[in-house]
């Protein structure tokens, strides 16, 4: 397991940094291409090499930045008062979310994430006309919120809540990414700062932080250059996948955990 950078350890480790950095890269494309997913893709294979709080705080702190870069993109899209209710949620769910990291398996919430992920996803790819969640319901957008931030404190995977319900309510895929990323990048900088208190922020896990950044960026690029050239028909489905993909690698990480 890769658990930190020794120089003087000429064993399995090229071959070990080097899927943390392909992976580093390809989750970051796929978050710019749709605007989520960096956790699920980064976790599918990082668990293999790194520890659970590593991957979380790995995960937790490029989020931020992925997310944090394409809302500047996406500003214009932005409306404040649509996003407070989930904002605020989600600060309040993740707490929550850091004591069951402690305290409740990580197999069986990312199973349970995953049976949703891939009911959701199956049904609405197959019954593509489904009525939007229309109107003020904020109400509901407090609750999704805080759903958020427990799921982001406790798995690291900040956006999926956010996602799936925007996707619910009929927006465009620009107003859709200008609600799940900036609750995502909230969600994230609000974990950031309850996890530096659990120790998780070793050398270790700093080491591969600097080494995994520029893959990070460059990967966010590309992604945010080929997000330009969608259409919302194509984003649509692309989320959808992206989300039934989600679901089936949890499973499978499920599995691998027997």
């Known amino acids: 397991m890769l658990t930190g950078v020794d120089c003087t ?145 406790a798995t690291g995977l900040a956006g999926i809540v956010p996602t799936v319900w925007a996707s619910l309510r009929g927006w465009t895929k620009d107003e859709q990414r200008a609600v799940f990323q900036p609750i995502a990048v909230a969600i994230f900088a609000g974990s950031l700062l309850w996890l530096g208190g659990t120790a998780s922020f070793d050398r270790h896990t700093l080491v591969l932080l600097v080494i995994g950044l520029p893959a990070v960026l460059a990967g966010s690029w590309v992604g945010l250059r080929l997000y330009g050239h969608l259409s919302e028909a194509v984003f649509r489905r692309i989320v959808l996948i992206l989300l039934l993909f989600a679901g089936a690698s949890l499973i499978v990480q499920l599995r691998h955990c027997f």
């Open 9 to 153: 350890d000429n064993s399995a480790m090229p071959i070990d940094l080097l899927v943390f950095l392909v992976t580093a890269f390809v989750a970051a494309l796929v978050a710019g291409v749709a605007g989520f997913a960096f956790g699920l893709v980064a976790a599918a294979i990082w668990l293999q090499i790194l520890t659970p709080l590593q991957t979380t705080t790995l995960i937790v702190v490029y989020g931020l930045l992925v997310q944090g870069y394409a809302v500047w993109k996406l500003r214009h899209a932005i409306d404040v008062e649509r996003l407070l209710p989930l904002l605020i949620g989600g600060q309040i769910g993740i707490p929550f979310g850091v004591v069951l990291l402690d305290r409740v398996p990580a197999s069986e919430m990312r199973a349970a994430i995953g049976v949703f992920l891939i009911v959701f996803s199956l049904y609405s790819l197959f019954r593509p006309k489904l009525a939007p969640v229309a109107g003020e319901r904020r109400l509901a957008d407090g609750g999704i919120g805080i759903l958020s931030g427990i799921v982001g404190g």
